[in-house]
């Protein structure tokens, strides 16, 4: 059996560890540079590879953030915390024996093609060989920065390494983007700030956790039959309905069709504005000292500006030659197999309307089933990767942010009809009075 290398013990790549060895594969090993596995939702107070903050909980709900043979315990909040997640992946990786092959605190170097194989340099100069190698390192940990004309004097950090409000109390902070970071930042700033502003250059959807009762995303998804651009409409209009359209919160409204961009799953950003708490602010215009010049005129003093401005798709280890994906495409099948090097994988490249460790799990599946020939490639491969990447640009727009998007339900769907038939299952799978283990390790506790 050939030797697998996962690069990343995420929580894509902690399931694509767990489907190589559903198929039989033994000599799996996953590198990570953490000393858990989590990924990004690796807590640490301090700045690290996560992105998470203190107070952060998922905006997809549980009913559609879980693996397939890995239910979440009875008892967890319909929105979980990073702490609950942690002890949901560690708990997974222990169940399915993943934790045994991630080789912790050991960072990739380089990923280079080495005769029908792959050499993988690691951080202390060692190397290995491996034939298939897969890709999971995440898209949320390289920040990219805003630029402006001027020099901003005071605090300016990217969100990725906000951490906690504790340390901006009583000051004035300017939080600058308008997706789901941004709005839960200038949230949690706003509860001990003096003054919490959000700079926003265009409308975004702002969607509450609960409608009707219901998790939001579980209301779309008894809709989901519904065809796409008519399900659009109607969703627009039942947001309108609910919150009165976003001029009345002095924000400015989406030039866009509902669903082209990620929504903002948020019930506490349109309350705080209405409170006073959190003030509206156009896009900023330059920096000059500790003032920020906005687009409309209006000219403000900051002790600190928080940049939302998102992330650039990164793979420090990989040759630009080998994967280029900073032009905003991906040109993967599936946004997973890559057209020309048949034996490097991506798995969890995407920013889907949902969660993506569902979506990882197939691909993961896919790939395993792939590498022992249970799985074939179509023969228009080329054509099937362009046809996906006209769809993307056909429905959703031109910017970085949505060059991964894809829609949870369709995307599951495409993948679902992919996996063979005869796809091998987890041996104890199911077993009667079986319960997972998601009791948190001591590591976990004494670092929280």
């Known amino acids: 059996m050939p030797r697998c290398c996962v690069i990343g013990a995420g929580p894509s790549g902690i399931t694509a560890a767990k489907n190589l060895l559903q198929v039989g594969l033994r000599d799996v090993v996953v590198y990570d540079r953490n000393d858990r596995v989590g990924g990004n939702w690796v807590f640490d107070p301090a700045p690290s590879h996560s992105s998470v903050f203190e107070t952060t909980h998922i905006i997809s709900s549980k009913a559609l953030s879980q693996y397939s043979d890995y239910p979440w315990p009875p008892g967890y909040a319909d929105y979980p915390g990073h702490q609950e997640l942690q002890a949901y992946f560690e708990g997974y990786a222990r169940r399915f024996d993943v934790l045994r092959h991630v080789r912790f605190r050991t960072e990739v170097r380089r990923v280079e093609p080495e005769g029908d194989g792959w050499l993988v340099t690691l951080g202390d100069g060692s190397a290995e060989r491996f034939p298939f190698v897969l890709v999971a390192n995440g898209h949320h940990w390289d920040p990219r920065m805003p630029e402006y004309s001027g020099r901003f004097e005071g605090e300016l950090i990217h969100s990725h390494d906000f951490k906690s409000a504790g340390p901006y109390r009583d ?167 890559h057209p020309r090097h048949r034996s490097l994988f991506f798995i969890g490249l995407f920013q889907p309307i949902g969660c993506v460790w569902p979506l990882a799990e197939l691909q993961g599946r896919l790939v395993a089933n792939y590498i022992v020939g249970n799985y074939r490639l179509p023969s228009d491969l080329q054509a099937r990767i362009e046809a996906e990447m006209r769809t993307t640009l056909r429905t959703y727009m031109h910017t970085p942010r949505h060059s991964t998007e894809v829609d949870y339900h369709p995307f599951r769907k495409a993948l679902l009809r992919e996996v063979p038939p005869d796809a091998p299952e987890w041996r104890d799978a199911g077993t009667p009075g079986q319960r997972p283990d998601f009791s948190v390790s001591r590591s976990m506790r004494t670092r929280r």
């Open 171 to 337: 000051r004035r902070v300017l939080v600058i983007g308008g997706g789901n970071s941004a709005c839960d930042i200038a949230v949690e700033t706003s509860r001990v700030s003096a003054f919490t502003g959000i700079s926003m250059r265009r409308g975004y959807y702002f969607v509450p956790k609960f409608l009707f009762g219901l998790p939001s995303d579980v209301l779309h998804s008894k809709f989901v039959f519904v065809p796409r651009p008519l399900r659009a409409r109607l969703l627009s209009l039942l947001l309108r309905l609910v919150t009165g359209g976003f001029e009345r919160y002095g924000l400015p409204e989406p030039d866009h069709p509902f669903l082209s961009s990620h929504p903002v799953v948020n019930s506490e950003l349109l309350y705080f504005i209405r409170h006073g708490e959190i003030h509206p602010r156009a896009d900023v215009s330059r920096f000059e000292r500790s003032t920020v010049h906005f687009v409309d005129g209006r000219a403000e003093d900051y002790d600190a500006v928080i940049a939302a401005t998102g992330f650039r798709i990164t793979f420090p280890f990989l040759d630009h030659s080998l994967v280029d994906f900073s032009g905003g495409s991906v040109p993967l099948y599936l946004r997973c197999f």
